[in-house]
């Protein structure tokens, strides 16, 4: 039974370009969480997706990051115009409805030259 | 506001050399609380989590925990380290009535331990 799959491991963007981070989950969790964790500090919530709903925004900056979690297909993170500061490791975590632990991907690290 | 807090960032022990991460937390209601480790290069695993009954929580790996209410605290221990408990652990707390995915974490303590 394969993990919580994050895909790309590594990127690397340019300021103004668009990123894409892509999140399977665990097969059979219909949640996804996505985390942000900057230069020593923690992970910090942004967003809570089941299929086809958002249902907890509330750590997503208000600007150029938005998230969904189609009917088919893995969750996408998606940074629009990239900035410097955008520069993290972005965690994707899964649970089931009934679960009581979330399950992590590796993280994507994410890199605006 | 609701927080978690890890004392130690970074901390240094030789094997067998006895462990001890703090953790404090600030919530308004009742908490779920877990300790994550993270090793090099891969993903976050779960070592031990606390929701109710037994303060003393035991986990993975010969690690436990105890949850110490009083002390809003929620501390980590191993009474003997290895070479490959290096890595870097983080505290984390969810509402006991909400969603154990949407988790506060504390900044994380890297463990390095010498050979």
């Known amino acids: 039974n394969a993990g919580v799959m994050q895909n790309p491991r590594h990127l690397v963007r340019r300021r103004g370009q668009e990123a894409r981070l892509r999140c399977s989950p665990m097969k059979g969790h219909s949640h996804v969480y996505w985390y942000r964790q900057l230069p020593e500090e923690g992970l910090k919530f942004m967003v809570y997706?089941?299929?086809?709903?958002?249902?907890?925004e509330s750590g997503m900056p208000k600007e150029r990051f938005s998230a969904e979690f189609p009917k088919e297909g893995p969750s996408i993170l998606r940074i629009q115009q990239v900035v410097r500061g955008d520069s993290a490791a972005y965690f994707c975590?899964?649970?089931?409805?009934?679960?009581?632990?979330?399950?992590f991907g590796q993280g994507t690290r994410l890199t605006v030259v | 506001a609701q927080s978690v807090s890890q004392h130690n960032h970074h901390v240094i022990l030789s094997e067998a050399a006895s462990l001890e991460l703090g953790c404090n937390y600030s919530?308004?209601?009742?908490?779920?609380l877990f300790w994550y480790v993270q090793y090099p290069g891969q993903h976050l695993q779960l070592l031990l989590k606390?929701?109710?009954?037994?303060?003393l929580v035991k986990g993975i790996k010969g690690f436990e925990a105890e949850f110490i209410k009083s002390k809003f605290s929620f501390n980590l221990r191993k009474p003997s380290v290895q070479w490959s408990d290096t890595a870097e652990y983080f505290c984390?707390?969810?509402?006991?009535?909400?969603?154990?995915?949407?988790?506060?974490f504390g900044q994380g303590t890297t463990l390095q331990v010498k050979p």
């Open positions: 975590a899964s649970s089931s409805i009934t679960g009581d632990e979330a399950f």
């Open positions: 997706l089941q299929k086809e709903n958002i249902i907890d």
């Open positions: 984390a707390a969810s509402p006991s009535s909400g969603n154990t995915g949407k988790l506060i």
């Open positions: 919530y308004g209601g009742t908490v779920n």
């Open positions: 606390y929701f109710s009954g037994d303060p």
